[in-house]
């Protein structure tokens, strides 16, 4: 999905790249179009999530208030719309967002530094091979207008910095100045050399007398990621018979993993896909290599295996198998059974995003609580009882799953699907967190207990309000005691997990089945 914003964009004739020119010598005003995608936002967002720590706890609740607010503001107009394809025209405010981030600084932003967040990076080729001799092209565009006082002109610098921290420094452009700077440029970077660091380089751009800020990511791999996934897929092809001739269930499952996987490999990756614009290319290719090798040698290359991992399962959605990202802590790899917390998102989450950027402590916390975590993305059709027997099954066939401590974790929309289990599946379930959603039918076909259920409320979400929380918990309530509510009241939509997470977490392991 895109969001098309259009911008008017001046340049000095030096870097007009064609532009038209007027008498004069001046270069022309031309109007064209910035596409907004979903790395733009994910890279605006991680930035606030940095800067967020670094500020530290807002003890305040007036800031804490009014950040929430502005959060929400900027981001939940667009969030929403990824859930709902017929909003493809709504843009996220980076503008407000960057603004706001820049007022959790404990040190005031360089002007500069602000013109040079503000841009976006495109890299052609986006994964280029060690010891290219051509050099590679670098696009400069405006995710955002901003400020430039002064009159003379701005320059930028583009430099890539490799893995091992070595630089390449790109041509210097020099663009007009002007009340609301936009920018739409071109530069180079120079030939790769053949003894450079593969793998996740990034793309940073500093503004005359700015601080560099981060544009873009730029892969740099030995090998071309098409002729790899290619070669994969041919030696996948190849075990596949003698993987099913061991009718071996779980080496089935696996192999569908490794596919997908070794599918994400690609020299074109993807603006729009988190799972594959995330990536460290070389480090993956490496383990779905490593992967291929167990299969062909009999071996489930995901049972036990700890760590941050995205995969898929044989539980079909519309018409696909599900995507999910777990972490397991390092017990697992020595089969102590841990407990499970299964998260599903709101409509506009997809399975990566719940762990990066909507809790992001709760990998840590998985790592020193020691329990597995397994996010997906929610779908428009329920995630019904018959799938969660089937995922259930698939997860504690590669992992030692405590089946007495099994946990659910649902935000908004997903909260309201997992709460659709509470009834036929309450026998398997320990305990419910739900972030801005308590709209479950605890009194309807009871055949199996009350499963315990904390409902977690924003006081400044105008969506979820804190008021339409505190009635479904009401309603509920003359059905059961099972269901509890924690107002947060200085939270808003976007941060309220996260806010909420450490005092969710205490509730929840408080339950065990008996």
């Keep these: 999905m895109k969001f098309v914003v259009c911008i008017a ?16 010598g001046k270069a022309a005003a031309p109007q064209t179009s910035l596409t907004v995608e979903r790395i733009d936002v994910w890279r605006t967002l991680a930035d606030f999530e940095r800067r967020r720590a670094e500020h530290g706890a807002m003890k305040d609740l007036a800031e804490l208030s009014s950040v929430n607010r502005a959060l929400d503001a900027a981001v939940r107009p667009y969030w929403t719309s990824l859930g709902h394809p017929e909003l493809a025209q709504v843009d996220p405010n980076l503008g407000a967002l960057a603004e706001l981030t820049r007022s959790l600084r404990t040190t005031p932003e360089p002007i500069g530094e602000t013109v040079a967040r503000s841009l976006t990076a495109r890299v052609t080729p986006p994964v280029a091979l ?32 490799s893995p091992s921290g ?26 790769i050399p053949a003894d450079a660091a593969p793998g996740p380089w990034k793309i940073f751009v500093t503004a005359s007398e700015g601080e560099a800020a981060e544009a873009g990511p730029w892969w740099v791999v030995p090998r071309s990621l098409d002729a790899v996934r290619a070669e994969n897929a041919k030696r996948i092809q190849d075990i596949t018979q003698s993987v099913l001739d061991r009718r071996d269930a779980g080496l089935g499952v696996a192999l569908e993993s490794v596919q997908a996987r070794n599918e994400l490999l690609s020299d074109t990756p993807s603006t ?32 036990r295996r700890p760590g941050d991992l995205w995969r898929v399962l044989p539980v079909k959605l519309e018409g696909k198998p599900v995507a999910i990202r777990l972490y397991a802590p390092a017990a697992v790899a020595e089969g102590t059974p841990v407990p499970l917390v299964f998260v599903l998102g ?20 998985a790592e020193e609580r020691g329990f597995l975590v397994v996010a997906a993305a929610i779908s428009r059709k329920a995630f019904g009882e018959q799938r969660f027997d089937t995922l259930m099954f698939e997860l504690g066939d590669d992992y ?26 309450g026998d398997r379930i320990a305990a419910f967190l739900s972030f801005g959603n308590a709209d479950v039918k605890y009194d309807e076909n009871r055949i199996a207990r009350d499963v315990p259920m904390l409902a977690v409320a924003a006081g400044l979400d105008d969506v979820n309000e804190l008021e339409k929380i505190k009635t479904q918990v009401g309603k509920a309530r003359q059905g059961t005691d099972a269901i509890e509510l924690l107002p947060m009241q200085s939270a808003g939509w976007y941060l309220l997990p996260d806010l909420a997470l450490d005092q969710g977490l205490e509730w929840l392991f408080k339950h065990t089945l008996p």
């Design 166 to 191: 070595a630089k390449l420094e790109g041509k210097p452009l020099r663009v007009d100045p002007g009340d609301a700077l936009k920018i739409d440029a071109e530069s180079e970077l120079p030939a």
């Design 272 to 303: 729009e896909n988190s799972t594959q614009f995330r990536l460290d290319p070389v480090a993956h290719a490496k383990s779905v290599a490593e992967e291929i090798e167990k299969l062909a040698q009999g071996k489930d290359p995901f049972q």
């Design 400 to 425: 030692p799953i405590d089946s007495k401590r099994v946990y659910f974790l649902g935000d908004c929309t997903g909260a309201g699907q997992l709460g659709q289990m509470l009834r036929p599946r």
């Design 130 to 161: 060690l010891g290219r001799a051509e050099p590679s092209k670098v696009h400069l565009k405006s995710l955002y207008a901003t400020k430039w006082p002064g009159p003379k002109s701005l320059e930028l610098r583009i430099t890539a910095v």
């Design 346 to 365: 709101d409509m506009s989450d997809d399975e990566n995003s719940l762990l990066d950027l909507r809790l992001p402590r709760l990998r840590q916390a």
């Design 9 to 24: 964009i001046a340049l000095c004739s030096s870097v007009a790249l064609g532009t038209p020119q007027k008498k004069g």
